[in-house]
């Protein structure tokens, strides 16, 4: 294995948006007992570091391709395609003015039933964005475009976080 191998090449999938979260837990499972440091711990200490070291990097690859956000994110930056997580300014109006109603409707929303009809919604437009940057990572090649839906999904997992802290409030009242 090569350290500086990219996180696919590490996994021996292709660079692609769509993965099969099963296939890359079994991948992630097989690699973790390859390297894991309690198998080279008669081999000495430098052995123990260095299998520490590629046990790092397996669980940072393995974090990356489970998140679509970070695997979208990951890819365009393979693809030499910057995200940058505060090009707010280049998003357009109108997705900038979609949030604003969203973040308004979790302002106003005071009932659990409220918040949970936000989460579909938010679950749809996320599912919705998710397959627009597969089509354009995967298909289409167009990764200055995925990069702007990666900006969206970033807009929309932060609003996501904030719903479920409002839905965990009710919770606890």
């Excluded at 999938?13 to 894991?36: G, Y």
């Excluded at 970070?70 to 910057?82: D, I, K, N, P, T």
């Excluded at 005071?110 to 940057?133: V, Y």
Aim: aromatic share 6%.
């Amino acid at each position: 294995m090569n350290l500086a191998a990219s996180d696919f090449e590490l996994f021996g999938v292709p660079a692609r948006f769509a993965q099969d979260v099963e296939q890359l837990a079994a991948r992630w499972r097989a690699l973790q007992r390859e390297v894991h440091p309690d198998r080279f711990a008669a081999e000495g200490a430098a052995a123990q570091r260095a299998a520490a070291q590629w046990s790092a990097r397996v669980n940072q690859a393995w974090q990356r391709r489970r998140d679509p956000l970070a695997r979208a994110s990951y890819l365009c930056e393979l693809g030499g395609v910057r995200v940058d997580a505060d090009g707010a300014a280049a998003m357009p109006p109108q997705f900038l003015m979609q949030q604003m109603a969203l973040r308004e409707a979790l302002d106003a929303a005071s009932t659990p039933a409220a918040l949970d009809a936000l989460a579909a919604q938010a679950a749809a437009q996320r599912a919705q964005i998710e397959g627009d940057i597969a089509s354009q990572i995967d298909e289409e090649g167009k990764l200055s475009a995925a990069a702007q839906n990666v900006r969206a999904l970033m807009f929309l997992r932060r609003f996501e976080q904030d719903l479920q802290r409002r839905r965990n409030a009710y919770q606890l009242t």
